[in-house]
């Protein structure tokens, strides 16, 4: 399968910055995306839902510094990323995948940002990409540990 964009979820690229399982995994998927011809795609709900992780990673969990939150988050800020604004095409997608799928219309505004730019959505939450499998919408989706098929 021959990709040229991705969008990526947020269960993906905190792994970039703090040790996680699938960490290194998740490393080399940024790589393999900053070292091709690849464009990340995001919805703006990707910038939220970045910043709440970290203030669960650094207020709830304390696996974080402060500063140490405030330097991830600018490093995030500053990853070369188209944002996905077309909310008039996004939301209804969103709801028709979050009706069929199951999911909640936050995971579903990630899928449907993929399927409008013609992007492969990749998340590390197993539970979400089980929950997409059987869809309509799976050929849209990979886990990571699924990644590496897109290489080809």
């Given amino acids: 399968m ?6 990526m979820d947020p269960s993906v690229v905190i792994k970039w910055y703090v040790p996680e399982e699938k960490a290194g995994l998740a490393r080399e998927l940024k790589a393999w995306v900053s070292g091709g011809a690849h464009r990340m795609v995001v919805p703006p709900l990707f910038f939220d839902e970045m910043a709440n992780i ?19 988050l ?4 500053r990853l070369p990323m188209q944002v996905y604004l077309d909310r008039h095409e996004m939301l209804p997608k969103a709801l028709e995948i979050a009706r069929e799928a199951r999911v909640t219309v936050y995971d579903a505004i990630y899928l449907a940002t993929a399927l409008q730019n013609r992007a492969v959505f990749i998340t590390a939450d197993n539970r979400l990409a089980r929950q997409l499998r059987g869809t309509s919408f799976a050929l849209s989706m990979i886990s990571l540990e699924e990644w590496e098929k897109l290489k080809n």
């Fill in 54 to 72: 970290l203030w669960k990673k650094e207020i709830l969990r304390q696996e974080v510094l402060p500063r140490t939150t405030r330097e991830i």
């Fill in 74 to 77: 600018w490093e995030i800020l």
């Fill in 2 to 7: 021959a990709v040229s964009r991705v969008v």
